[in-house]
């Protein structure tokens, strides 16, 4: 468990959300002070930071692996590529849809959020750590948190009306890429970035903060690229795609959580991608058709 944590967890994923945070809060967020009279500038201020971050990381993904094609279909988990005649889909294209969700209401929620969180923090008005080695244990603490933070609100997405009204927008990409990631609808976007709130109670710093937005916004992006690894130079490789989420977007109702919390596991509704797991997923699915319980279901899953 601890060699999967270090080397597959935290490297090199995990370190680099924590370094980017890093220097997106040291670098290119305003001094807490500004936030004390909280206006609508400080929000709009860091929503063009989100944007240009989003657009450098998210973008340069997309730009290498599904405009450049730099590593083909290697590693890549469907050999299709990405929707661009599809009317599901806003100007019909896959991409420039899910840019718009990304962009305009995620970057946006996530600004507001933090605006309010550093507000909090300005005017010491919430339990604030001081000392750098709590904030940095408390870092390292925030994926946890995440991770049950994701599976409770990823459950309750996938509850009728809900899943109808807001998640099935994020589901209309079973193929996905980078700016997948984060196109969600405002509702899911509202639920989904919430995690700093939990600072509210639990004593955090204006960094965390940042670093749980940070994390949220840009992690979802190689996870949802579409390919498991990335290719470096002729024969290196680093950890890409996620495959356990990929599965979600495949079966729906498999894989609500992530890795680092075996929570899937102990709901019943874990998927690994092998045949054994495939067949109790299938037998979920009869019991559940059999007590008329299919609401959850996206349109033409079923053949899977
Ligand atoms: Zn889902
Ligand atoms: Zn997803």
Avoid at 152 to 180: E, F, K, Q
Avoid at 255 to 260: E, P, Q
């Amino acid at each position: 468990m601890v060699r999967w944590l270090l080397a597959k967890y935290l490297w090199p994923q995990s370190l680099a959300w924590i370094g980017l945070a890093v220097i997106t809060y040291h670098f290119f967020t305003p001094s807490l002070a500004r936030f004390a009279s909280l206006g609508a500038d400080d929000v709009a201020l860091l929503w063009l930071r989100n944007t240009i971050l989003m657009t450098v990381v998210i973008g340069g993904q997309h730009w290498w692996l599904h405009i450049r094609k730099a590593q083909g279909t290697e590693f890549k988990y469907e050999t299709r590529w990405l929707a661009t005649d599809r009317k599901s889909f806003l100007f019909n294209n896959q991409t420039r849809d899910n840019m718009f969700y990304t962009l305009v209401s995620g970057g946006g929620i996530a600004a507001l959020y933090e605006a309010i969180m550093f507000r909090l923090y300005a005017t010491q008005s919430i339990p604030q750590l001081t000392s750098l080695w709590a904030i940095a244990v408390m870092t390292f603490v925030v994926f946890w948190f995440e991770s049950v933070h994701f599976y409770l609100n990823h459950r309750l997405l996938h509850v009728d009306p809900i899943y109808r009204w807001a998640h099935a927008l994020h589901h209309r990409n079973v193929n996905t890429g980078p700016w997948s990631g984060i196109s969600m609808h405002p509702l899911e976007h509202v639920l989904y970035l919430s995690l700093p709130f939990l600072f509210l109670l639990v004593p955090g710093s204006p960094f965390i903060a940042t670093f749980c937005l940070v994390y949220l916004l840009i992690s979802p992006s190689p996870s949802h690229s579409g390919f498991d690894r990335f290719k470096i130079g002729k024969s290196a490789t680093l950890h890409g795609g996620d495959y356990f989420h990929n599965l979600h977007h495949r079966y729906f109702e498999v894989n609500y959580g992530m890795l680092l919390l075996p929570l899937d596991k102990w709901f019943g509704t874990f998927h690994d991608g092998s045949q054994e797991a495939h067949e109790q997923m299938k037998n979920r699915r009869r019991c559940s058709t059999e007590t008329g319980n299919t609401a959850q279901l996206g349109t033409g899953q079923l053949a899977s």
